[in-house]
């Protein structure tokens, strides 16, 4: 089995994978304070309630856009698994692309894991749209190179900051409303959010889709990626599990 971590700003995703099939995926708060042992005895505990003993994991591979954890992530897989971890970003990892960038190094692994994933499964130029502790664009060309993009507050850390920077504002939970006219200050809010991200979307694929001179096909994922398609018809594909199957992929380019 193939287990694929995906650490982000937020969350660490944990997945086993048995050829394409998905055993088991986990999920744990991103703390830069925990060890390698207290994720491991989490870990494997987890796995074991599915039947699945530590021993049956054979490789393991990482993305982190979080440095303070990557080291115990990587000591996670030695000390647990028996398993040196494949890590998006190191020089000798191929992601069967080139970065199209001034300055490659400075592109957030998840990223490229996910225009491996959506050249995969998508044909044509594409913009994937990842809705994370930031909401991201990355635009990627027909031959899978990527381009580019954008980057914006994400939803959630957007709710956080007008609730901490107004006085008079109340956290409020992220949800569609029933009218874009809110009579109270809690559906104005999310009305603002809401409507304010669905614009924010549209807005941009078109003057990426301009920019770009061509038809482009989106890919929405991350947690609240369908919350956002209900509304708006720019986004042509939803796909939860993109970043691992892009991890899943590069593991096999880089084993092959």
Not at 1 to 12: H, K, Q, V
Not at 51 to 73: E, N, Q
Not at 178 to 183: A, L, R
Not at 200 to 214: H, N, S, Y
Request: proline fraction near 3%; hydrophobic fraction near 45%.
């Amino acid at each position: 089995m193939l287990l694929a971590i995906d650490s982000g700003n937020t969350n660490i995703v944990f997945a086993l994978f048995e050829g394409e099939i998905i055993q088991g995926e986990w999920r744990s708060s991103t703390d830069t304070n925990r060890t390698a042992d207290e994720f491991g005895v989490w870990l494997t505990q987890l796995m074991a309630m599915e039947g699945i003993d530590r021993s049956s994991v054979t490789d393991c591979i990482i993305a982190s856009v979080v440095p303070a954890v990557m080291f115990t992530l990587k000591q996670l897989c030695r000390r647990y698994f028996g398993r040196e971890a494949l890590v998006v970003g190191d020089e000798s990892v191929k992601l069967g692309l080139n970065v199209l960038l001034d300055r490659p190094e400075e592109v957030g692994a998840d990223r490229l894991v996910n225009a491996v994933a959506a050249h995969q499964f998508y044909q044509g130029a594409l913009i994937v749209i990842d809705f994370g502790t930031a909401t991201t664009f990355d635009v990627v060309d027909s031959e899978g190179n990527y381009c580019g993009g954008a980057i914006a507050p994400g939803i959630n850390l957007s709710l956080e900051a007008l609730h901490a920077a107004a006085a008079k504002l109340p956290r409020v939970a992220i949800g569609r409303p029933k009218s874009v006219i809110g009579k109270a200050t809690v559906p104005a809010m999310r009305s603002g959010i809401y409507w304010g991200y669905v614009g924010l979307i549209e807005g941009l694929v078109q003057r990426i889709t301009a920019e770009f001179g061509e038809k482009m096909i989106v890919v929405a994922t991350g947690g609240l990626a369908p919350l956002f398609a209900e509304a708006t018809g720019v986004i042509d594909h939803l796909q939860s599990d993109l970043t691992l199957r892009g991890l899943l992929e590069i593991h096999r380019r880089n084993r092959s």
